[in-house]
């Protein structure tokens, strides 16, 4: 395939960032890295933040795997930022830096990889069952928001792999398995993109890029 990668470096802009219930004063000094692309694998943040009060380090620490909201842009309001990360949350650190003093609270983030290797497919459909309605179910399965499921699905009903399941079908395996050779058969990739499915034909450029955050 061919693909492309680039890095974009954000200074002097406005960050804002949540965390579950937390949302990251922009006062605040964020540093961190962004990793997207088009791949399987999940896409990837790390995020650090210099001096959290203590209760917001504590309530950090306490949250299981939180949702994280991160985007960036110039001005000093909402409308102008661009969503850089939707995901989860995996660790939390606290880090004390010797020479400043500085409590650095550093979290790495996943794309909804911990719903991809989870999410089980465990149901049956009798014969003459439409493609388009097994990918559909896959993707409710998978537990994230469906994305453009709806659009490759009226592609694969018109197409020559509409009634791959005309004997019927009986699932107990892995969403993401059965979600990737379903799709293969019918000539589409897919990933996850900020908490949604996105799906596109095979042959693509992989674009890959990387955005490094200091504000």
């Not at 509409?162 to 059965?178: L, P, T």
Request: charged share 20%.
């Amino acid at each position: 395939r061919n693909g492309r990668s680039n890095m974009t470096t954000l200074v002097k802009r406005r960050i804002e960032l949540t965390v579950g219930t937390i949302k990251v004063n922009p006062e605040h000094r964020i540093a961190g890295k962004v990793s997207k692309s088009y791949k399987p694998e999940p896409n990837t943040c790390e995020v650090s933040i210099w001096n959290l009060s203590p209760e917001q380090r504590a309530a950090l620490s306490e949250q299981k795997t939180p949702v994280v909201k991160l985007a960036a842009g110039y001005g000093s309001g909402s409308s102008g930022l661009l969503q850089l990360f939707y995901g989860q949350a995996l660790h939390v650190t606290h880090e004390i830096q010797d020479m400043s003093g500085d409590i650095i609270t550093t979290i790495a983030n996943t794309d909804s990889g911990a719903q991809k290797q989870k999410a089980r497919a465990v149901f049956s459909f009798g014969k003459d069952t439409k493609t388009s309605t097994v990918l559909k179910r896959l993707a409710e399965a998978l537990g994230v928001n469906a994305g453009n499921v709806a659009k490759i699905a009226r592609e694969i009903d018109g197409g020559a792999q509409g009634s791959m399941y005309v004997s019927g079908e009986c699932f107990s395996c892995s969403a993401a398995d059965e979600i990737s050779h379903l799709l293969r058969s019918c000539g589409y990739d897919w990933s996850i993109q900020d908490g949604c499915i996105s799906i596109r034909k095979q042959g693509a450029p992989i674009d890959t890029f990387a955005i490094e955050l200091n504000s």
